[in-house]
Structures are given as C-alpha cells and as structure tokens.
C-alpha cells in the first residue's frame, strides 16, 4: 500500500531548492561560477570614454561573423587617421559589446602569446589594472582613442608609438570567461584582446572591423 505524501516532505524539497539556489548565487559572486554565458567583461574606466559616446541603436559589427579569420592589410600610413588591426591574421571571437559600459568594443584573437601591435601612432595615455582585474591600455592621438584589455602590455604611458609596434602580447588576464561561461582565472583558456575605438571627429565610439577593412 502506497503512503500518501506527508505535508512535511514538500517543506523539504522546497527547503533544499531554496538552500541551493543561495549557494550557487553566493558562488557566482565570488568568482566561482558564471551562468551568463558569453556575457562580455565589465572594465572599469580609470580614464572615461567621453560622455555619449555610444549609440546603442548601432547595428553589429558588419565586418566577420565570429569565428571566422580575419587577414587584413596593414596601412604604411604614418598620419593620425591611420588605423591598423592589432594583428594581421585574427578570429573575431565576440562581436560588438560593451555599451553598458561606454564601449563599442570586439574581442578579437590571434592566440595565446601573439604579438599585439599598436594600430596607431600615437601616445599612451593610460595603463592600469581596473577592479576586475584586466589590464588597460590606452592609446591615443589626434583622431582616436583606443583601448585594448587583457593582453600583458610591455610600454609604459608617455610613451610614443608607432602604427605597427610592438604593445604587448595577447594573454587572458582579468575578467575572462570560456565558451561555457565559466571565469577563465588562473586557467588556460579565453585568450583574447577586446578593442574599443572612439573616433573623435565623430564623437563617438565606431566599429572596430569597419576601420580595420576601411583601410
């Protein structure tokens, strides 16, 4: 004979549930675990992309779907509205993102200990670590404002550099997660540079793929 369910069972399953779900939210906020997948990183501005600076209506990046190599011809140029990708081969590995935090940004990748190199001439303005953690790079002349994260940069600010010099190289540093959306510190994974571009004849943050092919 069956035993009709007792009152205080269903008390246990929806205490057990309730437990659970604290645990695996206090685990998201350590660090431990991450349930937005492919969700982006979120850089603390040290230096302030200027106010407005992104349209959120803007579509996509139009440039590569994610995922697919890119090649793109490196300008000999050497004025101020010359603009170059950090690498001559790389795969899109996020498309625009960011605007939560003024950017209009793409994570590009051409792998783990590649050379990233500077897509302008121009100066460095800034270098810091934010409160999550991801290096950041300022770049900076008469037409952009450039910020490039997570790589282990090798310039300092002051510094003069020119489209084409060596900055850094390409790691996983700060807040990075792999495909699955789970934080890639102290592991070996998520490998990337996110870009942002603020172009200032516009006043605005611009697509970083439409320069890079524009050239």
């Known amino acids: 004979m069956n035993e009709r369910r007792r009152p205080l069972d269903g008390l246990v399953i929806v205490g057990t549930l309730f437990l659970a779900f604290m645990f695996l939210n206090v685990m998201e906020d350590q660090g431990w675990l991450k349930f937005d997948w492919g969700a982006p990183e979120k850089p603390r501005q040290a230096a302030p992309v200027e106010a407005g600076a992104v ?5 996509a990046s139009r440039g590569a779907p994610v995922g697919d190599l890119v090649e793109v011809p490196q300008p ?3 004025d101020a509205d010359t603009i170059a990708a950090p690498y001559e081969r790389f795969a899109v590995t996020q498309g625009i993102h960011g605007a939560e935090y003024d950017h209009m940004a793409i994570d ?3 792998g783990k200990g590649a050379a990233i190199h500077s ?3 121009g100066e460095v303005t800034a270098l810091f670590i934010d409160e999550w953690g991801n290096p ?3 770049l900076e ?3 952009y404002k450039i910020e490039l994260l997570h790589g282990l940069f090798t310039v300092q600010i002051g510094d003069r550099i020119a489209l084409g010099q060596p900055i850094g190289t390409e790691s996983n540093q700060g807040n990075v997660a792999d495909p699955w959306g789970f934080s890639c510190r102290e592991r070996d994974c998520g490998y990337h540079t996110h870009i942002n571009v603020f172009d200032k004849n516009l006043g605005r943050n ?4 439409e320069l890079f092919h524009s050239q």
């Open 55 to 59: 349209d959120a209506a803007l579509p």
């Open 206 to 209: 611009v697509d970083p793929l």
């Open 136 to 138: 950041s790079l300022i």
């Open 76 to 78: 000999a140029a050497l």
């Open 108 to 110: 590009i990748s051409a």
């Open 141 to 143: 002349n008469a037409r």
């Open 119 to 121: 897509p302008i001439n």
